[in-house]
C-alpha cells in the first residue's frame, strides 16, 4: 500500500489526478481483499467437506463482488482512471512477486542473508 501511495502522490504531482486516484482506490480494495483472504481461511479448517466448501465458495464470491465496485467505479467515473485501478487492484500479489525475486530489492532480503549467513557459520 504504501508503494501505491507514493506512486499516487507522483502521479497526482504530474497531473495525472485520476492515475493516482484509481491506483489508490484499486490498491486498497486489494488490501481488504487479502485481509478477507486473511480471516476466511482459518474458518475453513476443521469443518467437514461440504460446510469448508460452501464457506469457500461464498468468500470467493463475496470477495469478487468487492472487486468488482473499483472496476464499476472506474468505468463509469471519470476522476478515475480504469488502468492504474487495475495495477492497484494487483498491487500486493505485485509486491509478493517482487520480494521472492533473486535480486535483493530491499533490507529484508539483506537481512535475510545475514541470518543464512550467521546459521551456516553457526
Same mark, same amino acid.
Not at 16 to 27: I, R, T
Not at 70 to 77: E, F, G, M, T, V
Not at 80 to 103: E, K, R, Y
Given at each position: 500500500?504504501? !508503494?501505491?501511495?507514493? @506512486?499516487?502522490?507522483? #502521479?497526482?504531482? %504530474?497531473?495525472?489526478?485520476? $492515475?493516482? &486516484?484509481?491506483?489508490? =482506490? ?31 465458495? !461464498?468468500?470467493?464470491? @463475496?470477495?469478487?463482488? #468487492?472487486?468488482? %465496485?473499483?472496476?464499476?467505479? $472506474?468505468? &463509469?467515473?471519470?476522476? =478515475? ?42
Amino acid at each position: 500500500m504504501t !508503494v501505491a501511495i507514493i @506512486l499516487a502522490v507522483g #502521479l497526482i504531482v %504530474i497531473g495525472e489526478k485520476a $492515475a493516482g &486516484k484509481g491506483l489508490v =482506490l484499486g490498491a486498497l480494495f486489494s488490501v481488504i481483499n487479502f485481509v478477507l483472504i486473511g480471516l476466511t481461511l482459518p474458518r475453513t479448517v476443521g469443518h467437514g467437506k461440504r460446510a469448508s466448501i460452501l464457506i469457500s465458495l !461464498v468468500s470467493l464470491l @463475496l470477495r469478487y463482488t #468487492l472487486l468488482a %465496485i473499483p472496476l464499476i467505479l $472506474a468505468i &463509469k467515473l471519470d476522476p =478515475l482512471n480504469l488502468i492504474t485501478v487495475l495495477i492497484g487492484i494487483f498491487m500486493i500479489q505485485l509486491m509478493i512477486l517482487l520480494d521472492h525475486l533473486p535480486i535483493p530489492l530491499g533490507q529484508t532480503r539483506v537481512r535475510q542473508k545475514q541470518v543464512r549467513q550467521k546459521r551456516a557459520s553457526s
